[in-house]
């Protein structure tokens, strides 16, 4: 076990390197809420397995989480439909950008993993089969406002409302899914649950926290069983971070999920959750600072699970 | 100019050749309504240059013309727009499927041509845009009524209800583009309308009658300029078969339109106006018998454009 | 008949046209010998049916014919061959680029059609099979001399060494289509065959010439009987000009071929043989002035074949 | 440590139920010498930090490594250039199968990773450059018999010798890479020299023990350093099995790396390396029983990197 004044040094070192940083990335203009958040922010936080949480920056600032919700609703479907969601979705990385219809063509209508964006409506859609939005909603903060035990956690509606093209983007493979069958919820609903799912907003403290039950912490069990856990990690590990889950797994070394926010979360398995959010992106759509300062975390404590 | 009683004869020869011909393709049956309409019906139809039309078939049932009015929809739109339409639309063979939405994610949501699927959304979209679709489809109607110089030619609404699949595939490639800013009007306004454009029925005799704008008929230019159709026969003769128009070019020689119904019109400039109908379809979607039916009488004629 | 002092008088015009044109696109540099080809030539050549031949501009310069070839070939191939050659290469336009692998691979190595790089290989690989490449290369001297009835027809054999770029895309195509058994011959056989076959030059009246047997001129059935140049214009018409097929057919209305060294011939069935030269290419590899002054002489003179 | 007698007996019980196994998959048959390999074989190795090696089954017997070698030349060219050589390749999985030229048309000849085909072909390419075939084939066994401790490792050049359609396809991945500058040797030669290093024969056991670097074993740090180790093993994780790459990593949870011959490398870094050989492959190419004894190795271990 690391003694936690080293790794709280650590820790604020690192956040007075990303708060230097001139080379921010870009902020998303996609979604017209976010546009505006500026690019000076940064925190990191890491929950440990004894359950201590140490952070640096902002990290009491709520941030909205957009695409690493998708790791919730893939653990909530996974408890709900087990393996079998996996005739629905792949497991695969799909060597392509996050919101590309190309491979469902060819692939009759199967997307290639849950956390590209095809793959994660398909996740929603199918929490969703047999509720009403509002439930399945509430649902996923409660699993959330459990997972980080603590109850202010919310949705930003503003948010919600996703920018035009951004919004038919993610309607036509919505629609393109139900031509091949592979949506069990008219597509203007699954897209609205969707797009409020990716409107949550949580400090970057309550992400951290929140993703205990994937490091293996004590009692997390009761949440998702290891072996599910397992896999959860090995998804986010290969596909995490749409087309540089490579890139990611080579620099980093520990499974992780981004979101357009700005946030991300990873995962070292036995030893610690650690969430960012540092709002400017690189070219593929990741926090920019976000991914340099959990390299140089992961690299500091030696939690690559490469070796 | 060809003795009339010689046309009859062969028209009737080649009708009693696909009464009897034992593989008659398959009927559609993602359109509900069409389903189950029968592949024993066979009409073809000749409008020659004098104003005669000699037919052998069915040719006075009507059947719906499906893909068939795109050719009366991108008439009208080049007439509203001109060439400034092919900003929105360009005029090459796709070597694609007639409803894929691959080429459109690698080319900016700008479709190959106007006679696949994406291609005559944003052609009726152009039409429709500043109007109710209500005008729209009176519009197309207008034209249809006096192109075939009769006013009987109305549209099925039980067919303009497609199947499901069907019906979320168009959506998604109009919701692709609506994301890429190729659409002005809501997605489900522009497909509702395309819908029920391609439920419009003629009779085999009127389709042909209305073709005869295409062929350079004596005050057909009232309707549309001879450079103008000039450049529809040549995107017909291109692009009118979907990923089998190279394949009709091939066999038939002449520029021409098909439709999932069954039917294709097809232009012997300054000679005919052909029709054909018979519902089932080959593999690449374009009526088996119909095909045959065009081929034996060009052959027959001496019409295919190629020498 | 159009009077021949009014063509000449047309030719000319366009000839002075062309001599005058700012934008002339850019000289291709990919075959080393190519690149220092002026950009300042213009040549133009109409053989008529009765037998004369007018041209305007550099006529009787010999350039480098290049993918022009690829007509003469598939003539002498069907010729042999007959309609089996199609279970080797299809007949509809590709959609990519002339030198596309990615086609091959989803179509199990069947080229597209005979006109993009992939099909000529195949083409003459059909030609070759059982002969040597000289042999093969005289027979396709043989059969242009005869077309265009003179003998002064040769190969550049510096042309034949293909810029490094270009020679390896070449063979890379030729050895996928040999993995998917679709090449008879080693694949440097083959493309070194095809390489000179492209490097055969021509002046722009001897193509025009050579070009007859393709308007169905008399006597020109002994080359190739009526059925099948019918169906290698239908070929020219919808593949001529790789993903330019479209917008030829549109502008100009003639099925044609395009080669890279600024040669084109199309044909007017029953009325011309049409070559031009003009080595600057537009973007989609076609000779820019080419085009346009074929354009120009088709308005005029009411040659397309849709109206 | 885990107790030896323990994990032997572990992979006693595996041991039996592979031989029991009723579906053991297809015997590759596009390399001749391969095609007639028994696929009741089935060995599986585990080398520990400590330098100790437990076997079950055939481990003594040689079989052909195929692409596993790709793991030990990236090791081998990443010594000599570093990350240099990731401005030739990817690091990226590719969503492709293991010889795809798709991708490498669209991203301007550059492979997605080291380990499909094409990336493999430029790893060897990068390190044959400046030498001769024997020389790099010496190197490449050097390093192997260093990192296996024994010098019995051999080319079988009957092996080496690819059938004809297998050949061509990595002839067609280096022409295109050739034809866009990212190959500094001739295609054959690079060919040649990668078919002789995927005809490396080794046991069961003498590639657990080679991979025994790749898990950090004390001194094998001389070998490779512990930062590139790290790397290795991230592309083996998102990489190593083709499009069979997130299976491997769900299922399993160990960066890996899978022959043809039925071979797979996997590496619990810090714990073992573990080598398995089943001859018969599942529908992504990878070893059926191989992947199945890892799976439950890892389970009864508790090695999983994911928790």
């Known amino acids: 076990m690391v003694a936690l004044t080293e790794?709280?040094?650590?820790?604020?070192?690192?956040?007075?390197?990303?708060?230097?940083?001139?080379?921010?990335g870009l902020v998303a203009d996609y979604i017209p809420e976010l546009a505006h958040v500026s690019d000076r922010h940064f925190a990191m936080?890491?929950?440990t397995a004894d359950g201590q949480c140490l952070t640096t920056g902002d990290?009491?600032?709520?941030?909205?989480?957009?695409?690493?919700?998708?790791?919730?609703?893939?653990?909530?479907?996974?408890?709900?439909?087990?393996?079998?969601?996996?005739?629905r979705v792949g497991r695969e990385p799909s060597g392509l950008a996050f919101n590309s219809v190309v491979q469902l063509e060819s692939e009759n209508g199967i997307p290639r993993n849950p956390f590209i964006n095809a793959g994660?409506?398909?996740?929603t859609d199918a929490i969703l089969h047999g509720h009403k939005p509002r439930e399945v909603l509430g649902e996923i903060l409660r699993f959330l406002r459990e997972a980080a035990g603590e109850d202010d956690i919310h949705i930003n509606k503003a948010v919600a409302?996703?920018?035009?093209?951004h919004g038919h983007r993610n309607l036509a493979l919505a629609h393109f899914m139900a031509a091949h069958g592979n949506l069990r919820n008219p597509p203007d609903?699954?897209?609205?649950?969707?797009?409020?799912?990716?409107?949550?907003?949580?400090?970057?403290r309550q992400l951290a926290m929140a993703g205990r039950f994937l490091m293996g912490a004590p009692?997390?069990?009761?949440?998702?069983?290891?072996?599910?856990?397992?896999?959860?990690?090995?998804?986010?590990?290969?596909?995490?971070?749409?087309?540089?889950?490579?890139?990611?797994?080579?620099?980093?070394?520990?499974?992780g999920k981004s979101g357009v926010g700005g946030g991300i979360l990873a995962i070292a398995p036995g030893r610690a959750s650690i969430a960012v959010w540092s709002p400017g992106l690189n070219v593929q759509g990741n926090s920019q600072l976000g991914t340099l300062a959990i390299e140089r975390l992961v690299r500091a404590m030696g939690w690559s699970v490469f070796g």
Request: net charge neutral; hydrophobic share 50%.
């Open 120 to 123: 994660a409506l398909v996740v």
């Open 219 to 255: 009692g997390a069990a009761r949440l998702v069983s290891p072996a599910r856990v397992r896999r959860i990690n090995a998804l986010m590990m290969t596909c995490g971070h749409y087309d540089g889950s490579g890139e990611f797994a080579y620099r980093v070394g520990l499974p």
């Open 7 to 24: 790794l709280q040094a650590i820790l604020d070192r690192i956040g007075a390197e990303m708060v230097a940083a001139p080379d921010r």
């Open 189 to 204: 609903l699954t897209c609205g649950t969707y797009f409020h799912q990716c409107a949550i907003e949580m400090t970057t």
């Open 161 to 165: 409302a996703p920018e035009a093209a």
């Open 59 to 87: 990290a009491e600032t709520a941030f909205s989480i957009q695409s690493v919700s998708k790791v919730f609703t893939l653990a909530i479907a996974l408890g709900r439909l087990g393996d079998q969601l996996f005739t």
């Open 45 to 47: 936080a890491v929950a």
